[in-house]
């Protein structure tokens, strides 16, 4: 573990602790938008385990990645903190040792932490062996690979055995039955703290069992109607039943996970949540994959069950950035929030006590790349009901997400919405003087923390 000070915090006052703290098991995939769920309406997606989950807990339906892309969210969901004060907007670089973590923190307060799956935290070299020590940022069990989308063939490490290992058949399935493993050995003595990170559904879309592409035909699934007609081809089909087959496949996963919760005896102790890094455009306004402000990039699907001290199920819209999820979590266990945390703790909406909320969550595009190559650079804000977004040379999007959930009327340069606009641009003013972000170009910021740079804005990496 790093060399931090993890006791110079504030306790928290949203939560008192418990006579024993609970367990936190935290389940989240890789690129899975919030609208590809059955609880949300979704008239094609087979997800029954997870709809079960959602009617059982709090299930918050503006949820956001404030900066959407791999390696920006996972710094900011083990840190609290943001992507420019981490140094963490691209992907591929590695998480400095000098950051606290929420493994940290409850290794501190007596938790066992474990991390199994996709990591994407420890810097170009995306097959490499993360050492036992301070880059394994305070987890102790540990099976992982840093980055890989090989499903059916897998890389990852098994403790402190250097030796590259295979997961055995689908990666994610293998996975999840390593934490099952984990959650029925585990005894009740002392608290664990288990993350379980899948890399599907991210793309490719076809490297998933032939059982689940089965269940989707492509020419009968539904298109938003925010895919332009140049993208309803029957490439952008075939990928949306790929898709929606690894959800299925994770899915069936989550269930033998949730069995095995319920049958230690611990599932009324412990505080489950289901998430994702991002979403996937799929062709939704004419784009592929992330990076962009529009609801199928930013919006996660996020559920935390907390049988032992939740208020009733219930959907909640309040806007819940990732930053906000490590001071609930350990606000939730009754543990220290480290003084360098920016979000907010919102465990108050899981056990149903009177509190502040935030009224929109912070988004941006800091450096693009990739798939987002040559960008624009842009900022923006996410309400319950509007989102905003300007780039560097000026207010770009405005929707009515109420009126218009696909997003398909662009309200930015209509006369009737000026005041709006003011308001949302100075909310969005507020946060950037908040997190200390003057809005520079990608490469500025590129160029401050010594990132090399390749021929799409991206950090180079290596297989």
């Known amino acids: 573990m790093a060399d931090h000070d993890v006791q110079a915090v504030e306790e928290p006052a949203a939560a008192s602790a418990p006579t024993r703290r609970p367990n936190i098991l935290f389940v989240f995939a890789d690129q899975w938008r919030a609208s590809a769920t059955g609880y949300s309406g979704n008239p094609d997606v087979q997800t029954p385990h997870l709809d079960a989950l959602a009617s059982e807990g709090v299930t918050f339906t503006t949820a956001v990645a404030n900066c959407p892309v791999c390696t920006p ?7 609290g903190r943001y992507p420019l004060s981490t140094g963490l907007f691209v992907n591929d670089v590695r998480l400095p040792e000098s950051e606290i973590t929420i493994a940290e923190v409850l290794a501190t307060q007596g938790h066992d932490t474990a991390y199994i799956g996709k990591w994407h935290l420890d810097g170009p070299e995306r097959s490499a062996y993360t050492p036992p020590g301070p880059r394994r940022q305070g987890f102790d069990f540990w099976a992982v690979g840093n980055c890989t989308h090989q499903y059916l063939h897998s890389l990852y490490y098994l403790g402190d055995d250097p030796t590259p290992r295979t997961w055995e058949g689908y990666d994610a399935h293998a996975q999840a039955d390593l934490a099952v493993d984990y959650i029925e050995a585990h005894g009740r003595e002392r608290p664990y703290c288990l993350f379980l990170s899948w890399g599907p559904p991210h793309n490719p879309y076809d490297r998933v069992p032939q059982r689940y592409l089965d269940l989707y035909d492509p020419s009968t699934l539904t298109l938003p109607a925010n895919v332009p007609p140049e993208w309803r081809t029957e490439r952008t089909r075939r990928d949306l ?7 299925t496949a994770l899915d069936e996963s989550l269930g033998r996970i949730l069995a095995a919760l319920e049958g230690s005896g611990q599932a009324e102790n412990t505080v489950l949540v289901f998430t994702s890094d991002h979403g996937d455009m799929l062709g939704s306004q004419g784009r592929h ?6 609801d199928e990039s930013i919006r996660v699907p ?12 219930r959907l909640d819209d309040t806007p819940f950035s990732v930053v906000d999820l490590l001071p609930t979590l350990l606000a939730l266990c009754g543990a220290p929030i480290p003084e360098a945390v920016e979000g907010t703790s919102l465990a108050h909406l899981v056990t149903g006590e009177a509190g ?5 969550a912070l988004i ?17 804000v996410r309400t319950r009901r509007y989102t905003y977004a300007r780039t560097l040379e000026g207010p770009w999007l405005l929707y009515d997400n109420a009126a218009d959930p696909a997003q398909c009327r662009n309200l930015i340069a209509e ?3 000026a005041a709006l606009r003011a308001d949302l641009d100075e909310r969005l003013a507020h946060w950037l003087r908040r997190t200390g972000d003057a809005f520079l170009p990608g490469a500025a910021h590129m160029a401050q923390y010594g ?13």
């Open 73 to 79: 969210y996972r710094a900011s969901l083990l840190t």
């Open 241 to 247: 039943a790929g898709y929606y087959a690894h959800i």
């Open 289 to 294: 994959r992330k990076q962009w402000p529009w």
């Open 302 to 313: 996020l559920v935390v069950r907390y049988p032992r001290r939740q208020g009733d199920a």
């Open 356 to 360: 502040d909320a935030p009224e929109e």
């Open 364 to 380: 941006a595009s800091i450096a693009p790349f990739s798939e987002a190559w040559p960008g624009p650079e842009w900022r923006g």
């Open 415 to 417: 006369p009737g919405y």
């Open 451 to 463: 990132y090399p740079r390749g021929d799409k804005g991206e950090v180079p990496y290596v297989l």
